[in-house]
């Protein structure tokens, strides 16, 4: 009956639930991580805060923000229904460079990663480029241009970032949806060519 | 961020847990569909007003992100309450697809690739 164990069932009159899956859209601080996923979500991004003290932490994570208990992290998503049985969400990761630890709870189970990368401050997404590596967590490079001008070819980018070749860099303007999803295909045919391996 | 929620909220948020910050069970992650059972079990208990609030969203399938978006509460504080609201047989909920780098779904990925095509 429905109350036995609601994990296993989902009862007659209660409508079936899509399959779920993530893309984590990574990067330093104001590199456009929101604008992208608001671009291309068919929802306006939201926003969910997460007081710290009671995200997880062990004691050792709150070490230096003894003084500020009142802190949250802030995570903008989005979604994007792909059928009836399957939807897609975007979760853009904290930028603070404190709060990578949330990452990892972020990261479980996602498909894969973009790392944004401002083109006027690549050295901003350093970090998010190393977080993905260390973990094998698939990822592609998306250059950001400002107001959608792109000075650098995209291999001067991958030289500065020391990316293997295996990852893909696309020139992007966040701002624009076609453009937000063609990074999204493109993260998806590495994962495709890495599975068909 | 706001809703039709008129209601407002004069209580804290851990206030709605009883003081808890920890789920009772770890099976609720951030795009894990929860949905209302309808018609609710005969025998489950009446629920909260907080927790009517939580019903009255998941009625068709949400995500646990989106709900906490929705009702303007930390994840942390829902995935209690839907702890709460899952034993009492009050809502179902769906795991996200399992995702492995090691085994990766071809189907699957291949799915969101014509889905995101299609866009």
Same mark, same amino acid.
């Given at each position: 009956m429905a109350g036995s164990d609601p994990l296993a069932t989902e009862t007659a009159g209660t409508p079936a639930a899509p399959d779920t899956v993530k893309i984590l859209i990574a990067g330093g601080f104001g590199v456009g991580k929101t604008t992208m996923v608001g671009s291309v979500s068919e929802i306006a991004p939201l926003r969910t805060e997460e007081?710290?003290?009671?995200?997880?932490? @062990?004691?050792?994570?709150?070490a230096g923000i003894e003084?500020?208990?009142?802190t949250t992290v802030a995570m903008d998503f989005g979604r994007i229904t792909i059928s009836d049985e399957l939807v897609l969400y975007l979760f853009g990761t904290? @930028?603070?460079?404190? #709060?990578? #630890?949330?990452w990892n709870d972020l990261a479980v189970g996602a498909l894969g990663a973009v790392v944004l990368i401002d083109v006027r401050r690549p050295e901003s997404s350093f970090a998010a480029v190393d977080f993905f590596e260390r973990r094998r967590i698939p990822f592609v490079v998306a250059v950001n241009g400002?107001?959608?001008?792109?000075?650098?070819?995209a291999e001067d980018i991958r030289e500065s970032l020391a990316l293997p070749e295996g990852i893909p860099v696309v020139l992007c303007d966040a701002r624009r949806r076609e453009s937000s999803r063609d990074v999204l295909i493109a993260l998806l045919d590495l994962l495709i060519a890495a599975a068909v391996e | 961020m706001t809703d039709s929620d008129a209601s407002g909220r004069l209580v804290r948020p851990f206030a709605l847990t009883g003081g808890?910050?920890?789920?009772?069970?770890?099976?609720?992650?951030?795009?894990?569909t929860v949905t209302a059972v309808?018609?609710?079990?005969?025998?489950?208990p009446r629920p909260q007003a907080e927790q009517s609030r939580i019903l009255r969203r998941c009625a068709r399938p949400v995500a646990v992100a989106e709900l906490a978006a929705l009702l303007d509460l930390p994840v942390s504080v829902v995935v209690i309450m839907l702890c709460d609201l899952l034993e009492a047989g009050l809502i179902t909920a769906h795991p996200p697809r399992p995702v492995s780098p090691r085994t990766p779904d071809l189907d699957l990925l291949q799915k969101v690739r014509e889905g995101l095509g299609r866009l």
């Open positions: 007081p710290l003290t009671v995200a997880g932490l @062990g004691v050792d994570d709150l003084q500020k208990r009142a904290p @930028g603070q460079q404190r #709060f990578w #630890f949330m400002f107001e959608g001008h792109h000075p650098y070819p | 808890r910050t920890r789920p009772s069970r770890a099976d609720f992650t951030l795009i894990t309808d018609p609710p079990p005969e025998l489950a």
